[in-house]
């Protein structure tokens, strides 16, 4: 889900700093620090990633289903065709989904490349709350281990407990197909959240004195 709001800018370059002194530059850091990480693990991120999963299952379903309908044997013409059309279009919604991810993750980049840009401007500990946010942390690290013990049975439980006469190939692949788009969703929610807090606790530490 794009954001309306554009991301904070990078710090300006050195030649072109003018903060009157280290209160203020100190100040604009932990706005802007405190912005991108509201923008990588926030509700609206979150939302965002939620929204993109349930597109990518409902195309993959749509496909899935035609995929099982063609195979359980559908012989008549205009119901081939009537399938096919559905098919497409959960195909091309899977596509738009699938970009959908890969935007938002090259958001995330961007974001996470400006964020350690103005924590490197001073060694001192970014103090806003919004840097650990642990409580969206965890919201992103739980769904992300729910997703991928989810995929994961959907990949292996399924297959294992089919039994010909009762269980197609069709079935197989679908429940395969939605469980490997859990897994592999479920892996960029846990490695957001870790990757976050190891960048939170880095730069939220106290500042080491020699």
């Not at 098919?87 to 980049?109: C, E, I, N, Q």
């Amino acid at each position: 889900m794009p954001s309306r709001t554009p991301l904070p800018p990078p710090p300006p370059p050195s030649a072109l700093r003018s903060w009157p002194d280290e209160g203020a530059r100190l100040a604009d850091r932990e706005r802007a620090v405190g912005e991108l990480s509201a923008r990588l693990l926030g509700g609206r991120r979150l939302g965002g990633y939620l929204l993109v999963l349930a597109a990518l299952q409902a195309g993959w379903g749509v496909c899935g289903l035609g995929l099982v309908a063609v195979l359980d044997g559908f012989h008549d013409t205009l119901t081939k065709l009537v399938i096919a059309l559905v098919a497409s279009l959960g195909l091309v919604g899977l596509g738009l989904a699938v970009w959908g991810a890969a935007a938002g993750a090259g958001r995330d980049r961007v974001a996470r490349r400006r964020l350690l840009a103005w924590a490197a401007l001073d060694p001192v500990p970014v103090r806003d709350p919004r840097l650990r946010a642990p409580g969206l942390s965890l919201v992103w690290l739980l769904l992300g281990f729910a997703q991928c013990a989810g995929g994961l049975w959907l990949c292996f439980a399924v297959p294992a407990a089919a039994r010909p006469g009762s269980t197609t190939f069709a079935e197989v692949v679908h429940a395969m197909g939605a469980g490997l788009i859990l897994w592999v969703n479920g892996l960029l929610g846990v490695g957001k959240a870790a990757g976050h807090y190891r960048v939170a606790v880095r730069l939220g530490a106290p500042a080491k004195t020699r």
